[in-house]
């Protein structure tokens, strides 16, 4: 089955966008210009062929007139407001969504890019579904915003799988999602602190 990994950057303090979902933060020259993180971001959509949207996601490209953000992977923005897909490439899913999510990985294939946003990550997260966390940490504190997740039902463990640091300060950190009750998730009283009764 091939993973679906929520691959997304965050500030330092957890926010993925400012409050009103633009990412004008992130786009600092010291951030972007001749930047290393940005050509490995750009390398890595080779090694997915699929990629999921929330509307509000999607619609940061539309407002810009671009209908297919990643042309070289099927997309899928999943919603019930939105009844026509803007592009014939872009299918939208509004019933089912999690059914269509366990279909997709179940298919052949390269593995699946989840872009956001923080609502529908949350929801996939909560379903078990997301494989890997992939986040690009900017030195950047915005102090409120949209969060990396949004109420989850349960704490989901991560295993760090590897790290990058670049030069202009940003970190890329590859996380495993741990199963429900993984090995070393149990909770326990901090060192030389008795037990809870």
Known sequence: MRKL???????????????????GAFMQERL??????????????????TVLMGRRTYEQGLKVGVTDPYPMMEPYVFTRSMKESP??????????ALGVIRQLKARPGKDIFLAGGADFA??????????EVVLKLNP????????????????RSL???????????????????????????NIMPPPGMPPAE
């Open 140 to 155: 950047l504190l915005l102090g409120s915003g949209i969060p990396l997740v949004t109420r989850l039902q349960a704490t």
């Open 32 to 49: 972007v210009k001749d930047s290393e993180h940005i050509t490995d971001y750009l390398a890595s959509f080779a090694t997915y062929d």
């Open 122 to 131: 949350s929801k996939v997260l909560d379903a078990g579904l997301v494989d």
């Open 159 to 185: 295993e760090l799988l590897s790290t990058k640091a670049y030069k202009n300060g940003v970190l890329l950190l590859r996380y495993a999602v741990l199963p429900e009750g993984a090995p070393g998730t």
């Open 5 to 23: 990994k929520y691959h997304v950057a965050s500030t330092a303090d957890g926010f993925i966008a400012h409050e009103d979902d633009t990412y």
């Open 87 to 96: 592009n014939p490439r872009v299918k939208l899913v509004a019933d089912d």
